[in-house]
């Protein structure tokens, strides 16, 4: 079992940059394990490409029903105190907001404080390094570049 960021769930609800790397890790190992918001963090960027006109109403609604499928079979990790105390301290410790340090402390309550145990999967440059830099194995292992980045 994996624990999913919502970057790593959204390729595999629309098509993206990471729809291939995020199907291929899926298949290999379908079972997902989540923090408690993924699913808000999730509906909130497949909102915001169709607000922006990147996404149309239907192709927005689509990919709602297919999280509302994925969802049925993920595990959640649970809003408890240790997260809250994770992500206060990893917040002071590295580059992340607040919904990215509340994802990486429910890996770190997943992995009983042991990160090295479990695998982390995340397309996001800023929570992969703090991933990265706190013990856990990253999935996929390396990112390819986007045209246009440096």
């Known amino acids: 079992m994996k624990f999913w ?3 790593a769930i959204i390729p595999l609800l629309l ?3 990471h729809t291939s790397e995020s199907r291929k890790i899926f298949h290999q190992d379908p079972a997902m394990l989540v923090w408690w918001l993924a699913d808000v ?3 909130s960027g497949i909102c915001r490409l169709e607000r922006m006109g990147h996404l149309s ?3 927005a609604e689509e990919a709602l029903d297919r999280l509302r499928q994925l969802r049925q079979h993920w595990h959640e990790v649970q809003p408890v105190e240790p997260v809250k105390e994770w992500a206060t301290r990893l ?3 590295h580059r992340l907001r607040a919904a990215d340090a509340l994802q990486l402390a429910a890996a770190f309550v997943a992995s009983e404080g042991h990160p090295a145990t479990l695998d ?3 397309f996001d440059r ?3 390094e ?3 830099r706190e013990g856990f194995r990253l999935y996929p292992g390396k990112l390819r570049r986007r045209s246009g980045q440096a």
């Open 91 to 93: 917040l002071r410790v």
């Open 41 to 43: 963090e999730c509906v």
């Open 57 to 59: 109403l239907e192709d």
């Open 5 to 7: 960021d919502s970057s």
């Open 130 to 132: 703090s991933a990265q």
């Open 120 to 122: 982390f999967v995340c």
């Open 15 to 17: 098509e993206d940059a």
């Open 126 to 128: 800023l929570l992969r």
